[in-house]
């Protein structure tokens, strides 16, 4: 699901951006002009990157060629800056992409498209968001080295230090899929409340361990907006917790337990499968 989620900047995004809002051309009112260059100029990244900088270094690696700024019109009356990009230089599928900003009440830019919240996180963070969905969509030549870099995923700190340094030194090395997704959170009344962001990764460590650690073993970490990184799964909790080469030294009985527990689930299911494919 986290997946789908984070692929949802499909041609149907622009359709919708398009019919909310009645875009305008920022070239052909100069009075427009100010807001991208405001946006340009204030918008900052929590690693302090400005947007140019991000989009300038994510072509480099991902399926992204810019198109156009512009100035956009919200059913509500509100102004968003856009940004157009496409996948392809010649564009024969005719799709376009657009990542929007809304200005808070004190005049703050804001990214108000979902998909491109990575874009907060630093280049890389937005980089590996693109080139993972390029994967799920069948896209070819598609940057896999860049997505299997552990180096890569140092925007992801933990008490031990940087993961992708601490994946290196676990000698492990990064398979699919990769998974790196904002979801904005919601109360009973579906009200958003906070940013949440979310990475997710199977590794193979070449290293004594459990096998249901060591191969495709789930990496699983959320942050929120202001916080620090929290590790998810139990293989993220011991990379937290533990340094290199020590992370299977002391495994909790309430983890093991609970591993147990998913194994046999596991295998139960499996064999039902069987059972159902037989004649």
């Known amino acids: 699901m986290a997946r789908k989620r984070a692929r949802s900047f499909c041609l149907a995004l622009l359709l919708i ?23 340009k100029s204030t918008w900052r990244a929590q690693n302090g990157e400005t947007v140019e900088q991000i ?5 480099k690696v991902a399926h ?50 979902t998909y491109a919240k990575p874009l907060e996180l630093g280049w890389r963070a937005f980089a590996l968001s693109l080139i993972a969905a390029e994967v799920t969509d069948g896209i070819k030549d598609v940057n896999l080295r860049f997505l299997h870099d552990p180096a890569n995923f140092n925007f992801v700190t933990t008490p031990q230090g940087k993961l ?6 676990g000698r492990c090395t990064i398979v699919e899929p990769v998974g790196v997704d904002y979801l904005p959170t919601v109360d009973e009344t579906r009200i958003a409340k906070g940013d949440l962001w979310r990475v997710l990764l199977l590794v193979n460590c070449n290293i004594p361990g459990p096998d249901y650690f060591t191969r495709k073993g789930v990496i699983f970490f959320e942050k929120r907006e202001g916080q620090a990184w929290e590790p998810q799964s139990f293989f993220a909790r011991r990379i937290a917790t533990f340094p290199p080469g020590s992370w299977f030294d002391h495994i909790e009985r309430n983890e093991r337990d609970a591993l147990e527990r998913a194994r046999k689930a596991s295998e139960n299911e499996r064999r039902e499968q069987f059972r159902g494919a037989a004649p």
């Open 17 to 39: 951006c398009c019919a909310d809002l009645a875009v305008t051309n920022s070239s052909a009112r100069a009075n427009k002009i100010p807001l991208v260059h405001n946006v």
């Open 55 to 59: 989009l300038s270094k994510v072509s």
């Open 64 to 113: 992204l060629v810019p198109r156009s700024w512009g100035v956009a019109r919200g059913a509500d009356r509100s102004e968003y800056v856009f940004f157009s990009w496409t996948r392809h230089r010649d564009n024969r599928s005719h799709e376009v992409y657009v990542i929007t900003w809304r200005f808070s009440s004190e005049g703050t830019p804001e990214i108000a498209s």
């Open 164 to 169: 992708g340094d601490l994946l290196r030194h």
